[in-house]
């Protein structure tokens, strides 16, 4: 098995000014990270407002995704980067998962950067994370097939925490998702009707110019989110 892990880092930011440093940031971060050592891929990305995609822009939550060569290289980076130094002023809350990757298929603009470090585990948290680029000419019935396609999540008692991401608004967009379980993911992947049909419409009209769908087992946090744990819900 590979040592590579990844983690995926949420931001909360709170006042008008905090904001736009972090809507900033999606810039001016990239001198500092691209210089991190041990840091193979990474990805700023705003979000969309509540669960799931959404076109709107959530100006008060945005997202770093990295993937590293090993775990001790990632809590490096955490625990005495500058970088962080810098968003750890600015920001209500900043939640953090260490994850090791079970599966991935597709390509990430041009690459799959995951390698397998994990087997799946039935009765453990997983997490899911799909990345698509949406071809111009379907982006308007992409978006209007949206609200359909979630309505499964809506209630869903397995799903601890989903949201909408992604590196250019419309259209490069990505979802993050954490379950209580794999039976939990098999139970909105299989029984939900509209999840089985936005599948459908998706192989049908080929609305993706690239698309990458991977499973995380997710194994350990750092700070909060919405005042909690994520892991221990």
């Known amino acids: 098995m590979s040592k590579q892990i990844s983690t995926i880092t949420f931001f909360r930011y709170a006042s008008f000014s905090d904001k736009a440093w972090g809507f900033g940031m999606m810039q001016f971060a990239n001198k500092d990270l691209k210089k991190v050592k041990g840091l193979t891929f990474y990805r700023l990305m705003g979000s969309g407002k509540e669960r799931g995609f959404n076109p709107m822009p959530d100006w008060s939550v945005y997202c770093l995704l990295q993937v590293w060569e090993s775990e001790e290289a990632a809590q490096t980076f955490f625990s005495s980067s500058d970088l962080m130094k810098q968003y750890e ?3 209500a809350e900043i939640y953090t998962l260490y994850m090791k990757n079970i599966s991935a298929v597709g390509t990430w603009v041009g690459k799959n950067p995951f390698e397998t470090g994990a087997e799946l585990e039935q009765n453990s948290p997983i997490a899911i994370i ?9 982006l308007i019935k992409f978006w209007k097939y949206v609200p359909t396609s979630e309505e499964g999540l809506n209630g869903n008692e397995g799903l601890i925490y989903t949201k909408g991401v992604g590196e250019v608004p419309i259209i490069q967009m990505a979802t993050f998702s954490l379950w209580k379980d794999f039976d ?3 139970q909105f992947a299989y029984k939900s009707k509209q999840h089985k049909e936005a599948i459908k419409k998706t192989r049908k009209y080929e609305w993706y110019s690239e698309e990458l769908f991977s499973r995380f087992q997710p194994y350990k946090s750092s700070g909060t989110w919405e005042g909690k744990d994520l892991l221990s819900l």
């Open 89 to 91: 002023k600015h920001t």
């Open 130 to 138: 799909t990345r698509a680029t949406i071809k111009w000419n379907w």
């Open 184 to 186: 939990s993911v098999k």
